[in-house]
């Protein structure tokens, strides 16, 4: 190895004196790396191996598709058959009827995507002054300049300077605040709430009961749009295609990635609810001078369809449903070793192992220690900011891989104690 490979959010310094793990093989919910060893994937990679690895099915498509013509700049008129079925089957799936579907290359260029959609909204319904955007403490929502203007994780947009204006916080748990906080500003300068319907990277913290909902109304009555960041939740991680479904939501943007490809190629997608679409849509709308190179590319929307027919012969977001209970009881039994403060869980494959808040105050990196020792133990966790470890399984997991997971999370919080 040259030693050129500069990860992403790595400390290199770290990284460099404790080697890298180079993995190279996977199945199911296995990797291996290049000495052979075995890993129980319990974190499905980053939050999106929702079928699991080893689909050949999906490579065969995507090479099929590459030996005819691997894509074509969508701007403008042109597109590509694939991309065309790829729109309508997401657009069949979208929690409000009718959407429209934009698509991306991640999570990160969603997030953009949808600033942008949501102040051009405005701005093309004559409302220009409606620019702030509303970010919940705790929130991840990518880390392009949209996307760390809007980080609820402090640490996350610190150390560049002034990034984008117009931007508030609220509290991650109480619709009174959010409604408190768009009247204090005034709802005519209120663009959009951005939201993810369980907290990721911030912890794993699904909603409290009637929190989605009441913070949906709050944006309903003052006219803020109501962006549910699906990136991790969406294609089927929350037990439902969609978490805004599973709450009835009728969000009026989704943004998602991760699961839509299940993360075999990188794609992501913004779902324009009818309401938002049409001024964009309507004649003398003009054109909206935005998109990306990729933007529906052909070779990555062949992977999402076979993908998605996947999820769906396989029923995996109703799986996901069904296990979600097992996942969090099996985690619970983690609450009886002396590291562990509790465990958060229970909405779809999602939860996380908090450590005790003392020992995370006296050594911040406990997490990342019981995250490694996990590794070596054979299960790869995720340490999260807070001295969480996020479990985030493929939903194809069975109850004795996740009697697996909690073994070696066991013997990683044994081995730091
Ligand atoms: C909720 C949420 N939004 C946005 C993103 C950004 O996605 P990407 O890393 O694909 O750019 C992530 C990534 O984890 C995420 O969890």
């Known amino acids: 190895m040259t030693g050129s490979y500069w990860h992403p959010f ?101 997030i953009d995507t949808a600033t942008k959609m949501a102040r051009r909204y405005w701005q093309l319904l004559d409302e220009p002054d409606r620019t702030i955007l509303i970010r919940r403490e705790k929130a991840y929502h990518g880390m392009h300049t949209a996307g760390t203007s809007l980080a ?29 906080a768009i009247d204090d500003i005034g709802p005519e300068r209120v663009a959009a709430f951005f939201c993810e319907p369980v907290i990721g990277a911030g912890g794993v913290f699904p909603p409290p009961e009637g929190y989605l909902e009441a913070a949906r109304a709050v944006c309903r009555d003052t006219g803020a749009l109501f962006v549910a960041d699906e990136v991790i939740t969406g294609f ?11 709450f009835d939501l009728e969000p009026d943007i989704v943004t998602c990635a991760k699961g839509i490809t299940s993360g075999y190629l990188p794609l992501g997608a913004v779902l324009a609810a009818p309401r938002v679409a049409e001024p964009f849509w309507a004649e003398g709308a003009g054109m909206w001078r935005h998109g990306y190179t990729y933007s529906g590319h052909a070779a990555v929307a062949a992977a999402a369809l076979v993908n998605i027919d996947i999820l769906e012969r396989e029923e995996l977001p109703m799986r996901a449903k069904a296990m979600e209970g097992s996942l969090l009881d099996a985690l619970k039994q983690l609450t009886d070793h002396d590291l562990v403060e509790g465990v958060r869980g229970g909405v779809g494959l999602l939860a996380a192992v908090q450590l005790r808040e003392d020992l995370v105050e006296a050594d911040p990196a406990v997490g990342a220690r019981v995250g490694a020792a996990t590794r070596e133990a054979g299960v790869l966790v995720r340490p999260l900011v807070g001295g969480a470890l996020a479990v985030s399984p493929p939903l194809t997991i069975d109850d004795s891989e996740i009697h697996e997971a909690v073994d070696g999370i066991r013997a990683g919080l044994d081995a730091v104690a």
């Open 10 to 110: 790595a400390d290199m310094a770290a990284v460099v004196a404790m080697g890298e793990l180079v993995l190279e093989r996977g199945d199911g919910c296995s990797v291996w790396d290049v000495d052979g060893k075995r890993y129980l994937d319990a974190t499905a990679s980053l939050w999106y191996c929702n079928v699991g690895w080893g689909r050949a099915e999906i490579g065969d498509a995507v090479a099929a598709q590459m030996a005819t013509l691997p894509t074509y700049s969508n701007f403008g008129d042109i597109v590509l058959p694939v991309t065309l079925e790829l729109a309508e089957r997401v657009a069949g799936l979208a929690p409000v009827p009718g959407s429209k579907v934009f698509l991306t290359s991640g999570g990160s260029d969603s």
């Open 152 to 180: 609820g994780i402090p640490a996350n947009a610190a150390g560049h300077g002034a990034l984008i204006q117009d931007v508030i916080e609220v509290p991650w748990d109480d619709p009174d605040a959010l409604r408190a």
């Open 236 to 246: 089927g991680r929350c037990g439902d295609w969609f978490a805004s479904t599973r």
